[in-house]
């Protein structure tokens, strides 16, 4: 794999920790900016690649959508790469949350219910009353659905992959290898957002969570309604 890919994403994170350009920042420019931002410095990449200077004459390219101080190019073609990867990325992910967004419906919580508090697996009150033949005074069980995200199982990089290499290491090297691999905490910020979304691109659980569970005592009502349906 590029390294490119990891600068690139090591460029993003500096973007948002130290400049504040965060994913709501982002979101205010909505006609494409980051993606105009991103094709400038690779403009200059190009420029400096052909033996160029007037890239680097401190007057960005006319289609430059802020501030001309806010441009930075670099002499080093990479750096200006990375920061045109960087821009790119953060324009896809406005682009998907615009998306994520539009399609979302009116935030309803999933309610399940269960005869034992254990197995919520039915997420219709009259069908759990036709299935079980209930009757009016049995107790139930509801809670709210928590749908689990892929990003819930990443949390520990250090001992999902960190410390894995260090057992390898160890078991190949020995004793010379045992503080290997010696990564900073913004290397591991890097390991982590990648994991992270490659988690989310490749592993969306099918699974639940139920929170909140509370008792819940038929009434006749409820009988007759799904004695109805």
């Known amino acids: 794999m590029s390294k490119a890919i990891i600068k690139a994403l090591e460029e993003r994170l500096r973007q948002i920790n130290e400049e504040g350009f965060t994913s709501s920042h982002d979101d ?16 200059i990449a190009e420029d400096v690649l052909q033996g160029g200077k007037s890239a680097l004459d401190g007057q960005p ?15 080093n ?17 406005a ?14 919580p999933d309610i399940v219910w269960s005869t034992n508090d254990e197995t919520f697996n039915h997420d219709d009150l009259q069908e759990l009353i036709e299935e079980r033949q209930l009757q009016a005074g049995d107790t139930v069980f509801f809670g ?22 260090q057992v390898q290491a160890e078991d190949d090297a020995g004793e010379v290898a045992e503080d290997y691999p010696s990564a900073s905490e913004p290397q591991i910020q890097v390991l982590q957002t990648l994991i992270e979304a490659w988690a989310t691109t490749y592993c969306d659980p099918d699974f639940y969570q139920v929170l909140n569970t509370q008792p819940y005592t038929l009434t006749a009502a409820d009988i007759g309604e799904a004695s109805h349906d």
């Open 77 to 93: 073609p990479k750096r200006n790469i990375e920061k045109a990867m960087a821009l790119l990325a953060a324009q896809y992910d």
């Open 144 to 165: 709210t659905k928590r749908h689990a995200q892929a990003t819930d199982f990443t949390t520990n990089i250090d001992e999902l992959v960190i410390e894995g290499m």
């Open 95 to 108: 682009i998907e949350r615009t998306e994520a967004a539009a399609s979302k419906k009116a935030a309803t």
């Open 28 to 43: 205010c420019y909505t006609e494409g900016q980051l993606a105009a931002a991103a094709a400038c410095y690779a403009c």
């Open 61 to 75: 390219p006319a289609f430059w959508p802020w501030d001309d101080a806010w441009f930075k190019p670099s002499r």
